[in-house]
């Protein structure tokens, strides 16, 4: 039986969870929203942010049909995120 879809699916899906594992890692001891945005001079902050957009990214490339397969994942939602990190001033969803 063939696949319908992408295998290039595989790679994005692959590459999104990767980040998600990344951001877990930058930010899983802190205690605080403010300690975990002031650590580092701001780098796990900033680390993190990118690695959201990067998200989004990847998941924007995934196949259409194949996300509505997935249709509890509020994919909208991840592309907003997206669009409000790269192009909105963030830090004031942090404060």
Not at 57 to 77: F, V
């Amino acid at each position: 039986m063939q696949c319908m879809f992408s295998d290039k699916n595989v790679l994005y899906i692959v590459s999104a969870i990767s980040a998600i594992e990344k951001i877990n890692i930058y930010s899983n001891h802190f205690i605080t929203p403010a300690a975990f945005l002031e650590a580092n001079n701001q780098m796990n902050f900033n680390a993190a942010v990118t690695l959201l957009v990067a998200i989004a990214e990847e998941t924007k490339k995934i196949d259409k049909q194949l996300l509505q397969t997935q249709s509890y994942i509020q994919w909208q939602n991840i592309a907003d995120m997206r669009n409000i990190l790269a192009h909105d001033n963030c830090m004031e969803f942090v404060r």
